[in-house]
């Protein structure tokens, strides 16, 4: 391959991997695993973001638990999740971030999606000279800012790991040359296909919750791009969820995002109003229990990734509210609706009938490919980063 390094003066290469919440972490262990237990390699890790936030949970200690070491945390996560409080949080992390890089002296970051902290942890990397490895780069989602960072993500990297051929071409078409970007599948379904599967009935032990009958898992974060609807629309679905007799819920809470904390609000006063037997929430439920209860429940509803990329490959319908992740590639098994009482019943009723669970058992998930993980920690062992700073913007041809 003509992307591959010489060997002639080989020593093991420094992959710093940047994690800032939960949900990416548990999308990047199996890269991170990759890495740690191969020699070519010295793994180094920086937790930053909602990994140290009492609030979010302090997920920082689940990366330990799992036997990794932490070399850096940087602090950048004020209490605040207005516009200016989130800008100073990454002014914050720019500062953290270029102060552990030259300590840290990686030969390559890597890291993965469209978060503040992430731009955060890029920017200051590009700035250091130091090659940049982007995971789920091309993707869309029209309704939040996270779609100008990605975009900006991947003008700043080398490297690009995409979850769709679409998404490969996408990037492409931003400037990038085709023999860095490479179409290895969404990570998270590697996950899926590692992570030890609960029965329904260790699932409930696992968290101490009954699903009943019928019971949905919801995942609600602000539409970053539209001006204070977090609280009305997220209403709109409690309300939804209210119509329907006997029915269990377990809420996920949103990130640290801009009202994110209003949503967490409406959450804690949801459930505290409810029997115990109906309503749970969770800060951070953990990968394993997150995709075990993705596989066990009725439906998926809210307006997170996860719905989109990983509940397709349990056949567990999504209803999929608003626009937050609106131009995502879609299986059939996603649900999209207005954030609208009305239409979030009527996609609750769809999603339940038993014509739509039958009609999406044979499809299969647009993102899954074999083996993401090993293939990522393949091509950054060899890939020879000398001069790889330097990008020629690639032009496609455009018809007059």
Not at 116 to 127: G, W
Not at 143 to 148: L, P, R, T, V
Not at 248 to 266: L, P, Q, W, Y
Not at 388 to 399: G, H, Q, S, T
Request: proline share 3%.
């Amino acid at each position: 391959m003509s992307y591959r390094r010489q060997t002639t003066s080989y020593k093991p290469r420094t992959i710093c991997i940047v994690t800032g919440s939960r949900a990416e972490y548990g999308l990047l262990y199996w890269l991170i695993k990759e890495i740690q237990e191969d020699s070519d390699f010295e793994l180094q890790i920086i937790g930053t973001g909602m990994h140290l936030s009492p609030e979010f949970g302090l997920t920082y200690r689940q990366i330990e638990d799992d036997g990794f070491k932490i070399d850096k945390k940087i602090e950048m996560l004020l209490s605040s999740d207005t516009p200016v409080g989130i800008s100073k949080s990454m002014g914050l992390g720019i500062i953290g971030f270029a102060e552990a890089y030259e300590e840290l002296n990686p030969d390559i970051v890597v890291l993965l999606g469209d978060r503040f902290e992430i731009y955060s942890a890029v920017a200051a990397a590009m700035i250091a000279r130091i090659p940049i490895a982007h995971l789920h780069g091309g993707e869309t989602t029209e309704g939040a800012f996270d779609e100008a960072i990605r975009h900006s993500i991947t003008k700043m990297s080398h490297l690009h790991f995409t979850s769709t051929e679409e998404y490969r071409k996408r990037v492409i078409q931003l400037g990038e040359n085709p023999e860095r970007v490479f179409n290895v599948g969404a990570i998270g379904i590697e996950n899926i296909q590692k992570l030890p599967l609960l029965s329904q009935e260790d699932l409930e032990s696992e968290i101490g919750f009954s699903l009943g009958q019928q019971c949905l898992l919801v995942t609600y974060h602000p539409v970053t791009l539209e001006q204070a609807t977090a609280q009305m629309q997220f209403q709109n679905l409690l309300n939804a969820i209210d119509t329907i007799d006997g029915l269990h819920v377990i809420f996920t809470k949103s990130n640290a995002d801009t009202e994110g904390r209003i949503i967490n609000r409406m959450i804690d006063e949801y459930v505290s109003t409810k029997k115990k037997s109906s309503a749970i929430s969770f800060t951070s439920m953990g990968q394993l229990r997150y995709l075990n209860a993705m596989k066990h429940v009725d439906a998926v509803v809210g307006n997170s990734s996860s719905g989109i990329v990983e509940a397709p490959s349990f056949k567990t319908p999504t209803v999929n509210i608003g626009d937050r992740q609106k131009g995502r590639i879609q299986s059939r098994s996603v649900i999209n609706c207005s954030p609208t009482k009305d239409a979030i019943i009527q996609a609750l009723k769809q999603a339940f009938s038993p014509e739509f669970g039958q009609g999406i058992q044979e499809m299969t998930n647009p993102y899954g490919k074999e083996n993401t993980a090993r293939n990522i920690k393949e091509i950054i062992k060899y890939f020879d980063l000398t001069n790889i700073l330097k990008k020629e913007f690639y032009d496609i041809k455009i018809a007059d």
